[in-house]
């Protein structure tokens, strides 16, 4: 099942692993949650996934209509296909949603991406991280405090297997692709831009934001843009914006102020080739987001992370993500520029090969 940008990710190679198996047959359905074509049909091409057998078309909503709409047409999947097990990946409202209406037709539910916990329940994701490892059979996790906070949680040992990190195995697959795509984005202003040598030279930061904490609240956006937009001044910024936060910075009425700076890049989503690109070439990156944080610590590229918390604790633990306040975001930056950025390393098992690791287990089942 795949839902969402970083559900792209990690369904493709596990995708990928399973062509041809001989005794498993994978049938991949797409709830259609991320609809445009930037967020979902460009990950599918870029990331080789084959069509999906099945779309439920479900398309932007609330949280409850959506996850209703998925519900309902997921159904009418698991009694047309009849699978033996139902695989859920990540932490959106597809992975509930789909958990819940297998779990109540007794089909085995498989998570991938079990365990992991911010604590803090105004995440919608939380929520859906909950929802799903209350009610699965199998748990595949991608570092040992998922595996704690599952065995807390009541989970029976032999049902927890850490296997790594799947979005992992796409950046190692794709990394070097990455650096010979095409690097023309194109500008909320209406400007195209060609992102070249020069450019990667010179360094910039790479920024990602959506999370309601940070975005939905017009004081604590304001503060931000002026952060932002300071920060462009020392070194160049590029933000592939987030149509929820593009909507939100223009009913600010920051909208305008934004484009009045040369060096903060505001553009279209874009692609998975692309984006990787301007991660690996960054002297940094600034998110609210949860798979940067993993991203950037396997190519060790100093991560800023804006949130009072976050659910992958390994990053910091072992990675080079940094988990800091609205206020602390210059003076991390600088110390960035300075040369005193955090360094890290990859945890257990992120090493490319997460997908083989899964396909063994399934094998046994």
Request: glycine share 4%; proline share 5%; charged share 25%.
């Amino acid at each position: 099942m795949a839902g969402a940008r970083p559900n792209f990710m990690k369904i493709a190679p596990l995708m990928h692993a399973l062509e041809s198996h001989k005794n498993i047959e994978p049938i991949l359905v797409h709830t259609g949650q991320h609809y445009d074509e930037k967020m979902s049909d460009l990950f599918f091409k870029q990331l080789n996934i084959p069509e999906p057998h099945v779309n439920l078309e479900v398309g932007s909503a609330s949280h409850a209509v959506q996850t209703a709409r998925i519900m309902e047409r997921f159904e009418k999947v698991c009694l047309e296909q009849k699978p033996d097990m139902v695989l859920v990946v990540g932490d959106v409202n597809s992975t509930a949603a789909c958990t819940l209406v297998a779990s109540k037709m007794y089909i085995k539910t498989c998570h991938y991406e079990a365990g992991l916990r911010s604590r803090d329940r105004n995440m919608p994701e939380e929520i859906n991280r909950l929802v799903t490892d209350a009610i699965s059979d199998l748990f595949l996790t991608t570092s040992i405090d998922a595996d704690e906070n599952l065995i807390k949680e009541g989970v029976s040992p032999e049902k927890i297997k850490m296997v790594g990190n799947l979005m992992i195995d796409s950046l190692v697959r794709n990394l070097e692709k990455s650096q010979s795509v095409s690097m023309e984005l194109q500008t909320l202003s209406g400007d195209s831009i060609t992102l070249g040598k020069d450019f990667f030279k010179s360094k910039y930061g790479i920024m990602t934001f959506h999370r309601p904490s940070n975005v939905d609240d017009f004081k604590v956006l304001e503060k931000l843009v002026k952060i932002w937009t300071d920060i462009s001044e020392k070194i160049p910024l590029v933000f592939p914006i987030h149509p929820r936060t593009l909507k939100n910075v223009k009913n600010a009425g920051l909208y305008d102020n934004i484009l009045r700076y040369k060096n903060f890049f505001l553009t279209e989503p874009i692609g998975y080739l692309q984006f990787i690109n301007l991660v690996s070439n960054s002297a940094f990156a600034l998110t609210d987001s949860g798979g940067i944080q993993e991203e950037t610590t396997f190519m060790n590229v100093p991560c800023l992370t804006i949130r009072p918390n976050t659910e992958r604790p390994v990053t910091i633990w072992e990675g080079s993500n940094k988990l800091i306040k609205v206020n602390e975001i210059s003076s991390e930056v600088d110390l960035i520029l300075a040369g005193k950025a955090k360094v890290g390393k990859s945890p257990k098992y992120w090493d490319g090969k997460t997908a083989e690791r899964i396909v063994k287990i399934l094998e046994t089942l």
